[in-house]
């Protein structure tokens, strides 16, 4: 049993399309810098939720090589369990010798578009000492430099990327503010405070936030998220913050403040539309004292992690 | 040496689950516990 846990996020989008196997068997994949393992289905799950997307046959690779050591993953609602596997991974034009995990079982995946989920935080988070497949990259010289970056788009269907071995200069305005990690496991860095209109609202003494592009939303700890729906005005329902879709125009700026420098999040950011023409507040609630800043930040700031230097670089997206 | 993987913004598995009406539903059977990522203690 493995010690890293995934998510169950209901409201991910951003998936990427890569290849593994000889010939290559495609499956679209969430990059998540949260974890830092490779997962996709393979055709020995025959649950629901693998029966929904594409799966892995290592029969049809001449270059897959089982390991055959059982994983399991433990996430918020039950487990993901699997087998450890080599294979050849190509993501885009390039190749990129590395493992990937060919058994899976995660009924919160049944619903989601993207087959699996390809991590991209440090080995030492990674199961059974598997060498993630962007160390991979690094080590077998595929890329020049040793980081990667994160764009999600906003409003367009199309435009988002993840960058290997450099910064797409299209994809962000400004300069880059860089920020050192606080700890080399997630993408976690130091948060000030959190202030809206000037004043603090959140994070007052300062607080621990992990970059995490395997989660939709900003997650904080309950006082703190209770605060800042409390201050922009939201219901508390069934665990989320409603607030009326009409009144996204007049609701406030939330900054995160960060190293010295403001990161600021429009209302247009932060809230999104759900169910019945509801809206709710991209600020969830967790156990603990952990922030989480998920794609309702990485949304509004390119995000550039410098694996190298253990920093992370932010700027408008 | 730079390479770079398009994403594409897919539908919410949220939202697929409301459009069936099975939201309430899953979210009660599989309640979002962000931090169990991040910490198995939470799992």
């Known amino acids: ?317 | 040496c730079l390479v770079q993987i398009p994403l594409e913004k897919g539908k919410r598995a949220r939202v697929v689950l409301e459009e069936q009406g099975l939201w309430e539903e899953y979210r009660q059977k599989y309640p979002y516990n962000p931090m169990a990522k991040f910490d198995g203690s939470f799992a």
């Open chain 1, 1 to 317: 049993v493995g010690p890293e846990s995934m998510t169950n996020d209901a409201c991910l989008s951003y998936y990427g399309v890569i290849s593994i196997g000889t010939p290559p068997q495609s499956f679209k994949v969430i990059f998540d810098t949260g974890s830092s393992n490779l997962w996709v289905p393979s055709i020995y799950c025959n649950s629901a939720a693998c029966n929904n997307h594409a799966k892995f046959d290592p029969r049809g690779s001449s270059t897959y090589r089982q390991n055959g050591r059982p994983l399991s993953i433990t996430y918020g609602t039950g487990s993901m369990t699997g087998i450890l596997g080599y294979d050849t991974v190509t993501l885009f034009s390039i190749l990129a010798s590395s493992f990937c995990l060919s058994q899976t079982e995660a009924p919160f995946m049944q619903n989601m578009q993207a087959d699996g989920i390809f991590g991209l935080a440090y080995p030492s988070l990674s199961l059974s000492s598997a060498t993630p497949v962007f160390d991979n990259m690094m080590n077998g010289g595929l890329i020049n430099l040793n980081l990667f970056s994160v764009y999600l788009s906003s409003n367009n269907q199309r435009g988002s990327a993840v960058t290997f071995g450099g910064v797409d200069t299209n994809h962000y305005s400004g300069s880059i503010t860089w920020i050192p990690l606080s700890k080399e496991l997630y993408c976690q860095i130091t948060v000030d405070s959190v202030s809206g209109n000037g004043q603090a609202v959140a994070c007052n003494d300062g607080c621990q936030a992990i970059v995490d592009t395997g989660t939709s939303m900003i997650v904080g700890p309950q006082s703190d998220i209770d605060n800042i729906n409390a201050w922009l005005g939201a219901s508390s329902q069934n665990g989320e913050y409603i607030v009326n879709c009409s009144n996204i125009g007049q609701m406030p700026d939330v900054t995160f403040n960060i190293n010295g420098n403001q990161f600021t999040l429009p209302a247009s950011a932060y809230v999104y539309q759900v169910q019945y023409s509801s809206c709710i507040t991209g600020f969830g609630a967790t156990g603990g004292n952990m922030w989480t800043l998920g794609d309702v930040f990485l949304k509004q700031y390119y995000s550039i992690y410098k694996r190298g230097q253990n920093m992370l670089g932010l700027a408008k997206a």
